[in-house]
């Protein structure tokens, strides 16, 4: 199981607690963590990633391990502790201003 935990105004729009729980198919990639919680939760589709390109939402960001994984490829294999259900996969509203 992949945990997911996610930012309070996506908990709300899903109705979930901090944390899910996915069963994901195949390797485990940001892409194939995202398709899996959309599926799940089809209220989520179009809030973390844009409906057309499929790119991330530019106040949002993608950590694991204490990695910023924002700007790495959707493709790229998670880590470890990831995959395993050791560390959760953490999408993080990100602030912006001056």
Not at 16 to 28: F, H, I, K, T
Not at 32 to 39: G, I, M, Q
Request: hydrophobic letters at 40%; aromatic letters at 6%.
């Amino acid at each position: 199981m992949i945990r997911v935990e996610l930012p309070q105004h996506l908990r709300t729009l899903a109705h979930v607690g901090r944390e899910v729980e996915l069963e994901v198919e195949g390797p485990v990639t940001q892409r194939s963590v995202l398709d899996a919680l959309e599926a799940r939760y089809p209220m989520l589709r179009g809030t973390i990633r844009d409906h057309g390109t499929q790119q991330r939402r530019a106040f949002l960001r993608f950590f694991a391990c204490e990695e910023d994984l924002s700007h790495e490829s959707p493709d790229s294999p998670l880590p470890d502790a990831v995959v395993s259900g050791k560390e959760p996969f953490l999408i993080v509203g990100a602030i912006a201003g001056g």
